[in-house]
Structure formats: C-alpha cells, structure tokens
C-alpha cells in the first residue's frame, strides 16, 4: 500500500500545445486520481491545461500541485539528489511487476513520463526504467497500470477532502452532489 503520507510527483517530458493537450491533461487528472499529489509538465507552458487540471482538482478536493517545470533534469538531480527514487516508465525498460516490490514507500517518488522521444540521459538520471509490457502504448495507460500495482491495488480507492463537487457510486445513472461542510 502507498503510505498516505508519501509524496509522488508525475513528471511529464517534452509537451507540445499544438499536439498534445489532451493526452497531458488525462495524464495530469489520472496521477492526481490515482494517488499522486504533484504534476509537472516539461516542454511548452500551457497555461490553459494547468488551470484545467487544476480546477477539477479545486471542484472534487484533496491537495494537488500543478505547475510547469522548465528544467526537468535540473529537477531530477535534486530530486534524486535529496534521496528520492525517480522511475522512468518506458516500453525498453524492466517489467513493473518485476521492479515494484523492491520499491520503497517511505521515500518520495518521482514516476517520468516521456513525449515524442525521450534523451538519453532520463534514462541515466532515473534509478529505475521500468516497462509495462515491452510494447508501445500510451503514457496514460503505463502510468495507470503502474500505480495500481505500486498502490497494491488502492490506487483509485485515494480520499479527497474539501471539495465541492462528490460522486456517490450508484449501479446505474449519476449521483453529483454538492460536498457538505461537516463541523
Ligand atoms: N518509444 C517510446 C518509449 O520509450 O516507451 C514510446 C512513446 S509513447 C508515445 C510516450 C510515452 O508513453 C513513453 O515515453 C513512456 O513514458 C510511455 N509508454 C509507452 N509505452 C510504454 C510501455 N510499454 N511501458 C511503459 N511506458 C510506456
């Protein structure tokens, strides 16, 4: 199980506005659905998809930083360099189920995601290039499938308090209901 108090950063390489506001803002929505508390995106700023991302965040609550990072080697190095494990999820790496218990949950965790084509040196900064399945698919999908297993399975089960907006799970249609305050 991920340990509530561990921080887990998705870092996602080499976006281009022209091509890939989508596929980046499932991912930002995804690593904030799936238990990560920090997105970062690499490559063009875009203001539009970081405040999207960041008012469905505001909307359904939890604690969920988004923000644009310009260097992200530089961030790397330190991250790694203050004792985090950084993991480079990519078709050519080790299989995750492989990897993932030998991970630790008591240290923060960046997970790197690439975009067209990944430098080489992501490959060397991050301590683990790790694969879910060695065939290509989408970043969305490795990034799922990964913190499912790394959660043991909890991954979508995280809390999010203070929102505005809460989803009841109903068998059939939608139950939206506006957050009440409880004190
Ligand atoms: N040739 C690329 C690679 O290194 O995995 C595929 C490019 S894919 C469009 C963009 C990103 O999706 C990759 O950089 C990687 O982070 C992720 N990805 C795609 N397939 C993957 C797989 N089988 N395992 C892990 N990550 C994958």
């Known amino acids: 199980m991920t340990e509530k108090s561990q921080s887990i950063t998705v870092l996602r390489l080499g976006h281009r506005t022209g091509r890939d ?6 991912l930002g929505l995804t690593a904030r ?34 923000r644009h990072e310009e260097s992200p080697l530089g961030f790397l190095r330190r991250f790694v360099g203050a004792g985090g494990v950084a993991v480079h999820l990519t078709m ?33 900064i991050c301590q683990h290039n ?3 399945g060695n065939q290509p698919h989408s970043e969305v999908a490795a990034l799922a499938a990964f913190l499912e297993c790394y959660s043991g399975g909890a991954a ?27 004190e």
């Open 130 to 132: 790790v694969a879910v």
């Open 156 to 182: 979508g089960a995280t809390e999010f308090e203070g929102g505005k907006l809460e989803v009841h799970p109903t068998e059939r249609g939608k139950d939206l209901r506006e957050s009440v305050d409880e």
């Open 92 to 124: 050519y790496g080790l299989p995750y189920h492989d990897v993932i218990p030998s991970l630790p949950h008591d240290k923060p965790l960046a997970i790197v995601l690439g975009g067209a084509k990944v430098p080489r040196e992501f490959f060397e």
């Open 33 to 66: 659905a799936f238990g990560a508390d920090t997105f970062l995106l690499a490559g063009d700023y875009d203001s539009s998809l970081l405040s999207g991302i960041g008012d469905v965040a505001e909307r359904f609550g939890g604690e969920f930083e988004v």
């Open 21 to 26: 506001p989508r596929i980046s803002t499932h």
